[in-house]
């Protein structure tokens, strides 16, 4: 059976009995029974006994005889009942067994009874201690996992509830599934470590707390564990607060607490020295006069003080400390104390002049500023104050003199009350005194803070008062019949400007007398100029202005009121009918009732009743045909003329009559006139029709989708209306290319039909003539044009209707417009040059005449309707829109307008206009941003038919619009066209859209060439502009017109010594104004070499002339900037930078001084933007520069416009520049002023600032830059070296890279310029930083959201950013990027730097000026963050890209690790850069759907079928592309087509390059005067001689030499052991070189030591030489002292380059100068200066001596200290450190010569030190630096990950 079931049937049942076998008479049912009670059951039943009795009746008695000792059951002695008396306890008995006896009397039976005991859990575990505690060390990682404790609990209970299980909680344990610290045997109770435990914050405990839990299934109990750790050192010490600003007033006493630092250690105090902390300081400021340390540190409380008295703040402003904590064991941190130094008013102010002379005009108002007297006070805390001393001179009382209102340091001159230059006190000039202290109104009894200036003020007159009219009112009443001549009034004005003695001059205001009927002359008198007509005018207000001849001139007006009354001058006109219509062959009959009118006033009886006759002198055929007859009461009494025919009319004898009628009035004296009665004929079919032939041109464009209509087919047929009889036919055959309409006759063409001439035969038939198949030939001459050139053509408006145009003049001659196409061919080949060009006619239509549809054509014909007499009118006159176009001519447009008189004389019809004109401002006044017009080219044709001819064109319509300019669509911006590319560029089509080779010259993507010299001169007195008018004239250029913008942007730069002359100039010509002639106008000049402008934008006309400080007209280049918006018009002048913006900098104006050589510089000063910039604001209203004539630049082509004629204040120059003018922008777009451009004495480019004419060569990649004065030569970006022949070398940025650069120079405060080259694919990141000390002011150039951007913040400013925001450079493309800044403004350009590449911000407004910290401010790539001295955080971080040729201001500056160093700067620290700019295949693991392959594009791919090779027709192949189809070699090259990629051009003689675009450069002659050969001659003979005998002298000393060797190296050293320079061999004279002006990439060019006479800066390139006895001994000291220093700090040529060989390192510091080159603080043995030319001769050349002095020279230079920055210190002052015993030895800088086979360890590598500024590098010599001891780190070191500052004990 299962033992389940065994153990289930025991379970239920109640009792078991075991049956004892006997034969007694009492027996029990069972002799064992079994049962179970639960522990701790109260008293219960537990079992009923029975026995058996033989013997019946006998009473059975039961007991318990055995096991009840403790009392604990019962047994009922009659019942047999057992009972439990107590409780039973498992644990202690688990079962019990009685032994009962039953009796029934003398018989006795016995059974057992087994009790077992049911264990229950009433006992809870527990454990001994409810806290267990253990110690470990922190940080023992030994043995794990081991055993710490073990904590065991008891439990009462036996059996299963007796068995414990173990659990942890608490600290380090964990349950989110990282690994616990500790674990604890379930079983067991042990607690196992399984992890090392740390005691110290922020993340450890100093005592872990855990809890134990045991439980037995059911009942549980805990104890706390707490796990003690005992401290180790392991902590280093940090301040909580890295970086302490303090602040301490300058002339504080020696001992002045500065800051408290305070670091903690996480140790523990209590564990020995772990946490006991000692302050010092690591890097200290040394004072550089008494090299002592100027602060201290209390080593126990971390108190920093001064350790010398008074710091200065005007030498130093701030200090950087860095304070190390260390703690017992040794450990360290270091905190940062950046400690300010507060000013206090220890400095006079200072004026910057003793005596001021001003010229102030006398308008200016008393809140006027009259001058700034600056004042030098390098204070900060100055209050200044000024006062005029009262009595100090003449007019003291007239002026007061204020504190800056933006708290700069000087004073604004001001007037107290108004100055008038016609008082004759203020006539005399003023002379005062003015003072000025700094410590505010109670300083003016310190005398040693007050300072004094005299100022001398003289008045300039100025136009300030406005010419008075004795009367100004005249009130006339005239008869309009009187004569002209006659006088009127006579206005007399007076003007006391100037003394009184100013001119006045009288003219009449434009719009007051349009007619220009008054005139006035030279003394106010006015005149009746022209003839008065009440009829137009009843009456007249005249404005009479007297103007006077100030600048500007100021204007009085007087009104002269003048009625005009009536005379009967004007004759009977005819009212209606003017028009009247009679069929011919009709009988006679009344054709018109005429009624007359008169203009005169008929209430002084000027005009009915009308009289109306026949004229007597009318022809007789009008006589016959037609009679009048007076009705004199019709008309309601005026008179009625009724006028009818006599006989039948034929139209085909006269289409109409013209009837003369004789009219009159009854005024006094009557008037007659003639009238004419126009009489239409109308028609009948009543003529058969004859032959007849026609000739159609059609032009078309290519492809075309519809028909073209081309008119109807002629026959000649005196009948005109009778086209609804005909019908039409083919002749003998049909022509596919055309089709025939039989019933109206109409013929059209298809579009497919090819260019050529067509006859074609048709027949014509009328049924009411009974006329069949008349012929009629018709021939068509069909002319494709290309979209281009319809596009590109040119509209002239003439002023005759297009059927006269186009009609052929038969015997008379040939059409007008043929006369026009002949007229503009010779114009157009004489202005371009090319005999062969030619000009084609595109369309001719009616102006104001509309196309319909595609299918439908306007056509032009000389059938007439029906005329309705009722809705006739006066015949208006029409005008004819000719388009023309000149294939290859792009300045089409400009040669006709400049030529529209002599091609309207050509043809005898006047050109009205020439151009679409400009968008029409009323049309469009909701538009915002501006408006334009364009040329568009539908699907319609026009057609104008002149019966035996026609002219078929496309029809060009003018669409216009809102916005700044036409959008070009994208298919034609990806389409070359003639015009793609300029001044002889080649087209080519590529896969990316379309590009442009240039020719050697030009710029840009489209081959600009962006300067243009001209010649100067008077104005033309003529049209100008050919060939045959070169002899006159001066030079002028026409250019694009100004767009109607909103908002304009124009910019040139010019470069010119004309005083006066026109810059540019866009508005009326010379030719008389009609109504609809624009007054709009923009003039630029130079007058007296200042700018002036004269700006109309359609409301009036505003002036703005600016008094620079300096005349423009010096022959250097300068800027002006225009901007108008808004009605206000702003020009700048060289963006305020005080001079001229390619010129040498004025340093003396606006830069601070070398930072290096003055602690604390002077502020730079701003310049005064009072002269430099100007605004004048618009009449209001003005908003759109409606001027669509061409800009005019360099002069005017025609007479300058008469001013009165407009309104304009004064005339314009009549001079021409004589310069050049370069960089015209509008709006950003540069403007082509190349060979294309319509010009007079005028041509490309700028001679005079061509390098080659001074002698410079700036080779292939290099470009001339500056003024005449200053040429020099740049490298275009990429390359680099003395020619310009080196690429340089790309830098590639890794994740969390920068660079940071230390510079030699400071850029200038006010003009910072940023060059660079960078490519990548990444949307963000910093590509060059510069910013101010603490990051205050930041000039940045970074990626943003994928868009090029500028940063520009001038603290407290908010920070401006400037946009490229439609250009795409993040492309994996190399982009070249300038930024440059002028102040506030900022310009950004990329690649060519044009439309979307340019950008520009010149708002001059807040702070200007930006002083960077070059030691500090300087990063590229990012900027790191630093904690302390680590670098945790990149902001901007550039990676995955690369960076290139960076210049800053101009200044090539290094990008390691290729470049370390260069002559303007050192890359200080760096990480993560590598060199080059490779990546790895980005077509691994690629595959393209075939035939396309996988072709990389850096760091990215594209499938396509690889340079030089196309897909097929079939699109399943990859098939060579003939490249030379687009004939892409130039000037006479020969392409050749590589079958295997690309092509080739072979290039004529005299070219050179890949597309034959570069012309060799020839040897040019050197053309000497007699005088320089022979000095030339001499100085050779000389220096032959003088290296004879150098020769001589080295060839006996040598031999001395050898025979005193042995005497030599008894006191001479190796080379190896040494510190002195090793000697190889003797140099040679030829080996001392003149530093050599730079020819690119700005060098640094040698100069004249300003100490010496004469003297040139030398370098010394190849010096060592074995030293005489009597120079060792000499220089003993140094080479003794020195012996061993120099292996001990040695360091190698990688250590010192970052660590790498191949430059390829990711981290380091670049070669490090001396140690007072990029800081100011003392490191501890680098603070010295080396040593110069002086110790290299002394210690390399025993035999300098031979230079003649040279050692002396060498001594003076190295003693000159151009800056200032060494004068309290000589060149081997060294400085003593703390704990120092001795003074170190001083650096020395040896120069030896390159060819040495070792330096001085022998390694042969070369060691540099650059003292500040640093020298230009050493190129062909090797430099050694003998460092002094102590040194505990070689400099430069490479710097660890993450890279840390060095430092030094």
Known sequence: MDPARILQIITNSTWMVTKLVGSGPVEFEQSKYVTKVAENTTPDLLLQLTARVQAQGEPVEFRIKEGNKEGLFALGSTSGRLTLLQPLDFEEQEQHELVVEAGAGEA??????????????DHAPAFPRTLHETQITEEDDRHLPKTILTVTARDGDAGQYGHLQYSLSGDGVYTNGTTPCFAVDPSSGAIHLLRPLDRDPPHGRSQWRLRVRATDGELETTTAVHVNLKDINDNPPFFPVPVVNATISENTPEGASVAQVSATDNDDPREGHNARLVYSLEKNVIDEASGRPIFAVDSEQGLITTALCCLDREKTQRYAIQVVATDGGGLKGTGTVLVEVADVNDVPPRFSKPEWTLDVSESLTPDHVLATLSVVDQDISNNFTFRVVPGSGRGWQMFRVEGRRNGGPGGDLRAVAPLDYENPDHRR??????????????????KYHVDGTWVNLHLVDANDNSPAFNEDQAHLTLAEDTPAGTHLATFTAHDIDGGGSSLVNYTIAPASDPGGRFGVDGSGGVRLAGGLDREAAHNHTILVWAVDDGVPPRTATATLTVNVTDVNDNPPFLAEPREVQVVENADPQVVAEIRLGDLDDWRQGHGPPFTIALDPRAPPHIRTAIKVKFDKRGDEGRGLGVVSTRTALDREERRALLVPLVVGDDGSPPLSTTVTLTLHVADLNDNPMAPAAKTITVHTVQPQSADVPLGRVYVRDPDDWDAAAKTYSWGVRRHPSFTLNTTTGDLAMKPTTKDGRYDLGFRVSDASQGQSGVKANVTVEVKSLSRSDVI????LTLAADPYHVVKDGGEEGTS??????????????????????????????????????????????????????????????????????????????????????????????????????????????????GCWARASLGGQFTVVDANTSAVVGPWIGVNTG??????????????????????????????????????????????????????????????????????????????????????????????????????????????????????????????????????????????????????????????LDLIWKDELVEMIVDLCSGGSIDGPPTASKYTAHNASATPTPSPPIPPDAHTCRGAARLPHGAHLLNAPQPLQVGGLAHPAPAHGMYGWPEPLLASSLHGCVRNLRINGELVDLGRDVLSHRSVPGCPSVECTSS?????????????????????????????????????????????KLALSFTPLAYTTTIHLRFRTWRRKGELVVLSSQHGRDTFAVQLIQGRLCVVLQLHPDPPRSLCLTRAQLTDGRWHSVTASRHGSATILTADEGEGDLYNAS????????????????????????????????????????????????????????????????????FKSVERGCGAPSACTNVSCRAPLTCVDTWRSYHCGCGEGRVLSSSRTTCEDENECLWEPCLNGGTCFNKHSAGYACACPSGFSGQHCHLPDVGETSLKLSLGALVAILVWCTFLLLLICAFLLHQHHRRSALRRGMADVKENTMNCKEESSTPCNHTPSLLELKLLKPPKANGQPAWTKNPNIADVDVLQVDAAS??????????????????????????????????????????????????GDDLRNYAYEGEGSSPGSLSSCLESCSGSAKLLGGFREVAHMLESWDPTGSHSNQSPTTTTKTNGAKDTAPPIKTILCDIHATSGPDGDGVTHTAYPDPLPPPITDGLGTTILPEPMATPIPMPIPEPPRAFKTK
Not at 792 to 795: C, H, L, S, V
Request: net charge negative; with cysteine.
């Open 108 to 121: 006795r039976s016995e059974a057992r009874v087994v009790v077992h005991v049911v264990d229950e859990n």
């Open 962 to 1119: 809102c916005g700044c300019s036409a959008t070009t669509p994208e298919d034609v911006a990806n389409i070359c066209s003639p015009d793609t590319c300029l001044n002889g560029g080649r087209c080519v089509p590529t896969a990316t859209g379309i590009r442009c080779i240039c020719p050697h010259g030009t710029e840009g993507s489209r081959c600009k060439i962006l300067s243009r010299q001209f010649e100067g001169g008077g104005v033309e007195g003529g049209s100008g502009g050919g060939a045959e008018d070169k002899s006159r004239g001066g030079g002028w250029a026409w250019v694009p017109s100004v767009p109607s913008c909103a908002e304009i942007h124009l910019s040139l730069e010019f470069l010119t010594q004309s005083e006066d002359a026109i810059l540019l100039y866009s508005g009326p010509d010379h030719l008389p104004p009609t109504p609809e002639t624009p007054s709009d106008v923009v003039a630029l000049e130079l007058r007296g070499g200042r700018p002036s402008l004269l700006l109309d934008l359609g409301a009036g006309p505003a002036t703005l002339t600016l008094n620079a400080s300096y005349s423009l007209a010096d022959h250097t280049w300068h800027r």
């Open 792 to 795: 590109g053509a040119t509209p």
């Open 429 to 446: 000039g003023f002379r005062f005194r003015v003072q000025v202290t700094d410590m505010g109104e109670s300083g003016w009894q310190e």
């Open 1665 to 1714: 030489v074995t030293s005489s006895t009597e120079e060792q001994k000499r220089g003993g000291v140094a080479s003794g002292g020195g012996a061993g220093h120099r292996r001990k700090g040695s360091a190698s040529a990688d250590e010192r380059n970052g660590g790498s060989k191949n430059g390829a390192s990711r981290g380091g510091i670049g070669n490090s100068p001396a």
């Open 1402 to 1469: 010149v708002s001059l407004e807040g702070r200007q000026l930006l002083e960077v910290d070059k030691q500090e401010g300087v990063h590229v790539g990012g900027s790191p963050e630093y904690m302390g001295v680590s670098v945790f955080k990149i902001h901007g971080d550039y990676h995955d890209g690369c960076i290139d040729d960076v210049r800053i201001s101009g200044k090539s500056v290094p990008l390691p690790p290729a470049v370390n160093s260069t002559a303007w700067g050192q890359a200080s620290m």
């Open 1255 to 1299: 002698g410079l060569n700036c080779g292939v990649h290099g470009r001339c830059q500056g003024s005449p004065s200053h040429l020099r030569c740049e490298c275009i970006p990429g390359w680099a070296g003395q020619d310009c022949a080196t690429p340089t070398t790309p830098t590639s940025f890794l994740v969390n890279s920068y660079v």
């Open 816 to 929: 007008i417009l043929s006369q026009l196409v002949v007229a503009a061919r010779a114009w157009v080949q004489r202005s371009s040059n090319s005999p062969g060009v030619g000009v084609q006619v595109v369309s001719v239509h009616q102006l104001g005449r509309q196309a319909t549809t595609s299918t439908t054509s306007t056509t032009l014909t000389t059938s007439t309707t029906p005329i309705n007499p009722a809705t006739t009118t006066a015949p208006t006159p029409t005008a004819t829109r000719v388009w023309l176009t000149s294939s290859g001519v792009v300045n089409l447009h400009h040669i006709l307008l400049h030529r529209r008189e002599e091609l309207g004389q050509a043809v005898g019809v006047r050109i009205t206009e020439v151009g679409i004109g400009a968008c029409e401002e009323a049309a469009h006044g909701k538009c915002e941003g």
